[in-house]
């Protein structure tokens, strides 16, 4: 029959279709390499507001006594999560290059132990690269007793190379409930 | 007769009958005709369930169904209407003529066509079986997102959200099927003499479109994977709690979802050209000006997709870039306008049902696109943003710049495809049925979307209430109009006034010089063009 024997055709066809599937499968993995591409760019850009999530080391670099910034701190909670969280000071005006702490403060409103995951954003965009957090509650998760209140530091100083036209900064917070648990 | 360029024919020149002649057949013009069927079926199914959610917008407040059901039924009628109604139909148009357009005795992969189609009806009853399912307590019903999967809900919903991964993934495999198969029938089987510049613009419209299939539906199925996986297997793409970024969902789902609004509408910009010139009864303009359109669309296509999350926040030389990018698509897009208006210029024209559709069609998809511009605009769109003004767009291009168009072509082929013709006068009172119900339907739809209604809601202030009055009554007009689409089809396949080869008077191409119907096995012997 006509499998046994192919045409030339069939052959040429055969080997074409082969062509386009390697373009499917190419465009099947770069669909799963836009992921760390995202993180990448995100990271590199600033979109997002993703701000660098491991401890920076402490700052060697002078403080820049000529000019001061704002950073304004928001906060909220994720649905799922029975928690009321918010900053104890809702900004600081501080010079670049000098660290300073600030306290955020948590309570576990459920008759459970719960433990939330805060993840940050910064806007502008811009901005987020040059927030350099020492010391945050947003490292790792959180666990919190039924009822139990915590205060959650922040240590943390603005980068001197931060472009002269930001004069202000939001920092947010949102707690998540950690993912895994029931 | 030649027996070496088909030697596949032989197999089924004594084809089953019944049942197993469709479920095993491989013949190019079977498959076509299974597709179209699918396609007119689920047209009815989609179509069903959208009367039911004008209903229950017939008056503010809630009537006759919960939130939860409504939303159930606002995704499965995109899903269904998009993946199972327009693109079949483009498939099925292709099955059928791009083999009798160019040349050739089938199309060029036979076995993995017959499997492409037989992919669709599996995926259509996954997307509806929740439905189904919860009736007898099982599930809470179907996929509740919209048709755009966004995360977090999606990652939240119940098992509909996971039939409809399963159908998405079905519905890709047949498609990038179909797509290989017509970029293989288009490279290597056009009649001799036939160079890529003297193909049919119905076969350029659709080799692009297939390019933009195998380039993007991976993407689709990429992301719908990691859903599934977000959703039972711990990982967290999309869960920003566990180091993902719902935001990034959006970009994979618009890398795929933009380009798939040219998938949709690039097989009808190459028919719709061929339309205006047989009843225009003068050559097509512009035939090299309307490839490279098409290609400029085509590339820009898969570069401005974030134009669907402007509201999502992005830097402002993104919004920019993503602004300009977007309009730029207007400009090619004014040329194929041009061609498509110099075709008409002057031509000694009639007025048939397929050229009613046709012309109907440039005007009212012409307005889709003009509305499309203002949604591009940074600043509008933070208004318009999920608001009506957005469907009314889509639905400008969708349904009169999508479904209008399939049926200028079901109404301009169907007697080639039958051998008879359909009835002229029943015809064209469908056509103005629907013109006018349809924008008795989607005009209104603008005005609450400017105001300020939100989409995907089941209940609206009640400044909205005349509006949304009328416009479900001319979406019950639209709806039940179709039944006359569908009655035309039935008789003109069962019988009627006997069709000539060439049907219509200034008809140009191969497909015209078959007989009506084409016999089972059309150009065995391939004819060579000038
Ligand atoms: C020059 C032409 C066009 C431009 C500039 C344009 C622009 C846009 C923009 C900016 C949006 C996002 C609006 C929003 O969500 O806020 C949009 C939505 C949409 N457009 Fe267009 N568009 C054009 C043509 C088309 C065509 C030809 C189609 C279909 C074949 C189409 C289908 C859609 C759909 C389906 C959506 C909504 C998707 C959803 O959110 O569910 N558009 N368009
Ligand atoms: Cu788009």
Redesign the interface.
Known sequence: MADSNPSQQQVANKKLAMKVLYVVVGSLLFAFALVPLYDVLCSITGLNGKTDNTAATLSKAKIDNTRVVTVQFVSAVMPGLGWNFYPKQTSITLHPGQIETVVFIAKNTTTETVSGQAVPSVTPGKASSHLKKIECFCFVNQALKSGETKEMPLRFFVSPDLPEDVKEMTLSYSFFKAPDQK | MST??V??H??HSDHPTGIMRWLTTTNHKDIGTMYLTFSLVMFLVGGAMVLGIRAELFQPGLQLMNPDFYNQLIGVHALIMIFAALMPAATGFANWMIPLQIGAPDM??PR?NNWGFWLLPPSAILLTLPFTLALFGIGDGAIATGWTFYPPLSVQGGIGVDFAIFAVHLLGVSS?MG???I??TL???RAPGMTLMKMPMFAWGWLITAFLL??????L???VT?LLTDRHF?T??F????GG?P??FQ??FW?FGHPEVYILLLPVWGFIPQILQTFSRKPMYGYKAQVYSLWAIGALAVVVWAHHFFTA???VP?LLYFMYSTMAISLPLAVLFFCWIKTMWKGSMSFETPMLFAVGWIILFGIGGLTGLVLADVAADAQYHNSYFVVAHFHYTLFAGGIMGIMAGVYYWLPKMTGHMYNEKLGKLHFWLTAISFNVTFIPQFFVGLAGMPRRIPDYALQFAEFNMISTIGAFILGFSQLLFVYNIIMCAKGGQKATDKVWEGAEGLEWTLSSPPPYHSFNEQPVIK
Do not use: C, K, R
């Open positions: 070496t360029t030697a596949h032989e197999e060029a992969l993995l990038v797509s290989i198969n970029i293989v490279f290597n089987m195998v380039a993007t539906i991976p993407v199925a990429g992301a990691m711990g967290h793409f869960d920003a709690a566990g970024d935001i990034m970009h994979l890398f926040g992005m830097p993104a």
